[in-house]
């Protein structure tokens, strides 16, 4: 079976500093794979999504970044975190198509 | 550009009662998908349900099923029997069927439905 892992779990960052987060999908290969925002109190935001390696949309312009070195693994950086860049970040991965998307644990950020 | 409408921030139920959480949704495409998406406690977005709108049989599983008007726009959520581990945010999603070149099949969400169960 398929299943998806995120870390760190949680992460405090000055302003400033730099960021990555990593997210790698096991028991599938060439998954479709997106990075989402949530920020406290909201629905999720699509942020990056890739249909396969270095192949990155991005739907929100900002200061952050993602890359997919391998297929299975996706990676959300950043040079300069902003106190607006706090949030709970997901990621998940589909098949492509029809099918749905399923999530990892995701990872709490807080910038100070 | 569609949007995803969850007009209940909160609702609460009786354990072993019955739930509907609303939605609508604004598009001009015929042919999309929708879900509905629980995040307990833990924050991990769980799959409840999906509904293809080609289909005019609602979709179920087990306790939770959906009431689909396409006509109205409209995708809500029954969840039957309640029970403790019920309780959490749910969102509903969309998410279109054209797929670009680069691929496109990013999820548009509400701001969810906080549920919580009554022992």
């Known amino acids: 079976s398929q299943t998806i892992h995120q870390w760190p779990a949680t992460l405090v960052q000055p302003v400033g500093s730099p960021l990555s987060l990593e997210c790698t999908v096991e028991?599938?290969?060439?998954?479709?794979l997106y990075w989402y925002r949530q920020a406290a109190g909201r629905g999720l935001q699509l942020l990056f999504y890739?249909?396969?390696?270095?192949?990155i949309s991005s739907e929100v312009p900002q200061n952050l970044s993602a890359s997919r070195p391998q297929d299975r693994q996706f990676i959300l950086s950043s040079k300069k975190l902003l106190l607006s860049d706090s949030g709970f970040y997901l990621c998940?991965?589909?098949?492509?198509?029809?099918?749905?998307?399923?999530f990892g644990p995701g990872t709490r950020l807080t910038v100070t | 550009a569609q949007t995803v409408t969850q007009s209940q921030p909160e609702m609460s139920v009786q354990e072993a009662e019955t739930v509907t959480l609303s939605c609508t949704y604004d598009?001009?495409?015929?042919?999309?998908?929708l879900f509905w998406y629980k995040q307990p406690p833990s924050r991990q977005m769980i799959l409840v349900i999906r509904?293809?709108?080609?289909?005019?049989q609602n979709a179920t599983e087990n306790r939770f099923s959906v009431n689909f008007q396409k006509a109205a726009k409209s995708f809500s959520l029954k969840i039957s029997d309640s029970q403790l581990g019920d309780a959490a945010m749910y969102f509903c999603?969309?998410?279109?069927?054209?797929?670009?070149?680069?691929?496109?099949?990013?999820?548009?969400f509400g701001t969810g439905t906080r549920l919580t169960i009554i022992p």
């Open positions: 998940a991965w589909s098949f492509g198509g029809p099918y749905e998307q399923y």
């Open positions: 028991g599938t290969s060439n998954p479709n």
């Open positions: 890739s249909v396969g390696i270095g192949q």
């Open positions: 598009t001009s495409e015929s042919d999309y998908y």
């Open positions: 509904q293809e709108a080609y289909k005019q």
């Open positions: 999603a969309y998410r279109s069927s054209f797929i670009s070149n680069f691929g496109n099949e990013k999820l548009t």
